[in-house]
Nanobody, 118 residues
Framework: QVQLVESGGGLVQAGGSLRLSCAAS????????MGWYRQAPGKQRELVAT???????KYADSVKGRFTISRDNAKNTVYLQMNSLKSEDTAVYYC????????????WGQGTQVTVSS
């Protein structure tokens, strides 16, 4: 099993920045990819950004150029640096890890609220 704990959400004005952190524990050596998803009220959960252990990155078009995902392997932690925040970025942000052998298993964090005021 892989457990995830997120931190770093909060309230910020439009144009501001926040950094989210997600610490993984448990069977960390089996992790294949980690990433961030978000869910706004009344909407489906959507991918924000992911990074694989091989160093492949993927971003949603809506956050390209503003958000950066990074990974600190020594700390088993993945970060999401969010700059130039917009009101439409308001959502609950969830950390995700894919791990194990095929078919991969998924773990989710508890979610952290990000609210951007205009």
């Amino acid at each position: 099993q892989v457990q995830l704990v997120e931190s770093g959400g909060g309230l910020v004005q439009a144009g501001g920045s926040l950094r989210l952190s997600c610490a993984a524990s448990g069977n960390i050596f089996s992790i294949v990819a980690m990433g961030w998803y978000r869910q706004a009220p009344g909407k489906q959960r959507e991918l924000v950004a992911t990074v694989t252990t091989g160093g492949s990155y993927k971003y949603a078009d809506s956050v390209k150029g503003r958000f950066t995902i990074s990974r600190d392997n020594a700390k088993n932690t993945v970060y999401l640096q969010m700059n130039s925040l917009k009101s439409e970025d308001t959502a609950v942000y969830y950390c995700n890890a894919e791990w194990g052998r095929l078919p991969l298993k998924g773990s989710w964090g508890q979610g952290t609220q990000v609210t951007v005021s205009s």
